[in-house]
């Protein structure tokens, strides 16, 4: 068995915070629907942190014991909503610290009816390492995460050792640890970790990328970039035994 990693401690955080500024649509949504979808969590010093102690019991939360999902960055909730309407059999955790955006998403995940998707305003992996025992997370979605171009910020970006194990330590055995990114080099450096940590598996046959999954519905931003000729890289790894 893979020994556990120690608690993750993110001093240098993987995003910006950005203004809180809505617009009127963005308000609106969030008087209407944030109690239904956000997830009220004691804080910790920072705006985007979580309390050591917090909890949160999933099953009660939802209303029921399914397998559960877990999105770190859903944006403006473009792909999350549709993904979680195709996935009724299971409880989507998203992990978003743009309050317009979450305002989006739950506005949209209201008009489309979906019901399975609880949203946690804070930095996702301090809440992925809190609010998840080892082996309770069935898949684990990092789609478009910010790949800090410049060099001297590499060290922001999120998919770097202590994530990989941490993620390693919350999916259940053959789980699923799902990416996609429009950034050629951080594709490259994500690839080159995953395939050399020994808890997971690339499910594609010759160890690259993976084939589009068409369950990921393109957000507005990705069919931009296509249209402009921008590449996108999948990658999925299942946890090993």
């Not at 995003?15 to 969030?30: D, G, I, K, T, Y």
Request: net charge neutral; hydrophobic share 40%; aromatic share 8%.
């Amino acid at each position: 068995m893979d020994p556990l990693p120690p608690r993750l401690h993110r001093d240098v955080v993987s995003f910006v915070r950005r203004s809180a500024r809505m617009n009127e649509s963005q308000a609106r949504s969030w008087e209407r629907h944030r109690d239904t979808y956000v997830v009220d969590l004691p804080r910790g010093p920072m705006s985007t942190s979580i309390a050591d102690d917090a909890t949160v019991d999933w099953a009660a939360e939802f209303g029921r014991e399914a397998p559960l999902i877990v999105e770190i960055g859903s944006g403006t909730g473009d792909s999350l909503a549709p993904m979680a309407a195709g996935r009724p059999e299971a409880d989507v955790v998203a992990f978003e610290v743009f309050e317009p955006a979450i305002a989006s998403t739950v506005g949209r995940l209201a008009r489309a009816g979906v019901r399975n998707v609880r949203i946690v305003i804070a930095d996702g992996a301090q809440g992925l390492d809190r609010l998840f025992g080892d082996g309770t997370v069935s898949e684990l979605w990092t789609f478009f995460a910010d790949p800090w171009h410049k060099k001297r910020h590499h060290k922001r970006r999120i998919v770097q050792a202590p994530f990989i194990a941490l993620v390693a330590k919350v999916l259940t055995p053959g789980g699923l640890f799902r990416l996609a990114t429009d950034w050629e080099p951080y594709a490259e450096e994500m690839l080159a970790r995953l395939n050399a940590a020994p808890a997971f598996g690339n499910l594609a046959p010759d160890g690259g990328y993976a084939p589009r999954d068409e369950s990921r519905t393109a957000t507005r931003f990705e069919r931009r970039g296509q249209r402009l000729g921008h590449g996108v890289w999948d990658l999925s790894f299942r946890r090993t035994p």
